[in-house]
């Protein structure tokens, strides 16, 4: 079965940290562009970072810069999304996405670029 699935939300209190898994099933990861996005309450879901396919190059949005950091386990079949300094504008549900024919990753994610999606997991920042 060809699937995405995101683990590792949760509750943490500002300035935690959180990684987040994104694991594939059914298809090779490694050569896919990556996007991670965050949809919150009576948002639009929005594009944080992408992790190109090709080189492995990164993009992050000015919000999450600094913060939050993506790489790749090709062993794993896995993305990561390690985010540090959390603060309750964080507070998300986090998706991943995935696309084989993204050949660049240097701008925001946008959702109609990717075919394969994750179901989200949750994080909330507070105290």
């Known amino acids: 079965q060809v699937q995405l699935v995101e683990s590792g939300g949760g509750l943490v209190q500002p300035g935690g940290s959180l990684r987040l898994s994104c694991t594939a099933s059914g298809f090779t990861l490694g050569h896919y562009n990556v996007g991670w996005f965050r949809q919150s309450p009576g948002k639009e879901r929005e594009g944080v970072s992408c992790?190109?396919?090709?080189?492995?190059?990164?993009y992050y949005v000015d919000s999450v810069k600094g913060r939050f950091t993506a790489s790749r386990d090709n062993a794993q079949n896995t993305v990561y999304l390690q985010m540090d300094s959390l603060n309750p504008e964080d507070t998300a549900v986090y998706y991943c996405?995935?696309?084989?024919?993204?050949?660049?990753?240097?701008?925001?994610?946008?959702?109609?670029?990717?075919?394969?999606w994750g179901r989200g997991t949750q994080v909330t920042v507070s105290s």
């Open positions: 992790i190109n396919g090709r080189d492995d190059s990164t």
């Open positions: 996405a995935a696309d084989p024919n993204l050949a660049f990753c240097k701008r925001t994610p946008l959702q109609f670029e990717y075919a394969k």
